[in-house]
């Protein structure tokens, strides 16, 4: 058997060794970036709270509730936008150099101050839109907002 034959058998079997150990590892990794790509993807599905509970009154109801809602998102859209925007600048920047504490603070400051002012601009029309309801479209509105958004069942049609 010649010499050289041992060494070139080792090292095709190292070779093929390095590969199937790395097709595993890239099936695995695949499988799991596909898992959260589905995941992901039914969250963005799954419809908030506060459009379930709307879809669990009565058509004149929800439409009463639409028609309120281009005012807010005139007025507070381009403000969360504009917030998401520095919060996505403001987390990008922990890679420069110098590090700027205070100002990534002072920018998180602003965002979650944006997002404050409309999150209580909602809930306030939340509780004036409820205060329109009649007491069992009202409770039912309520529960509705209670539930986690994945407990909830659709609700029947015509309801």
Same mark, same amino acid.
């Given at each position: 058997?010649?010499?050289?034959?041992? /060494?070139?058998?080792?090292? %095709?079997?190292? @070779?093929?060794?390095?590969?199937? %150990?790395?097709?595993?590892?890239?099936?695995?990794?695949?499988?799991?970036?596909?898992?959260?790509?589905?995941?992901?993807?039914?969250?963005?599905?799954?419809?908030?709270?506060?459009?379930?509970?709307?879809?669990?009154?009565?058509?004149?109801?929800?439409?009463?509730?639409?028609?309120?809602? /281009?005012? !807010?998102? @005139?007025? !507070?859209?381009?403000?969360?936008?504009?917030?998401?925007?520095?919060? @996505?600048?403001?987390?990008?920047?922990?890679?420069?150099?110098?590090?700027?504490?205070?100002?990534?603070?002072?920018?998180?400051?602003?965002?979650?101050?944006?997002?404050?002012?409309?999150?209580?601009?909602?809930?306030?029309?939340?509780?004036?839109?409820?205060?329109?309801?009649?007491?069992?479209?009202?409770?039912?509105?309520?529960?509705?907002?209670?539930?986690?958004?994945?407990?909830?069942?659709?609700?029947?049609?015509?309801?």
């Amino acid at each position: 058997m010649p010499r050289w034959l041992l /060494p070139a058998a080792l090292f %095709v079997s190292l @070779a093929l060794n390095v590969f199937v %150990v790395g097709a595993v590892v890239g099936v695995r990794l695949a499988a799991d970036r596909a898992e959260h790509a589905a995941l992901l993807q039914q969250q963005q599905r799954r419809p908030a709270p506060l459009q379930i509970a709307v879809r669990s009154l009565p058509p004149e109801a929800q439409a009463a509730w639409r028609a309120q809602m /281009p005012a !807010y998102t @005139a007025v !507070y859209a381009p403000k969360t936008r504009e917030a998401r925007q520095l919060l @996505a600048q403001t987390v990008e920047s922990f890679g420069h150099d110098p590090f700027d504490a205070q100002a990534t603070l002072a920018n998180l400051e602003k965002v979650r101050a944006a997002e404050g002012e409309a999150r209580h601009e909602m809930d306030r029309r939340i509780v004036a839109f409820a205060a329109t309801l009649p007491a069992d479209q009202r409770a039912r509105f309520g529960l509705a907002l209670a539930r986690p958004a994945q407990a909830q069942p659709r609700p029947a049609a015509g309801n």
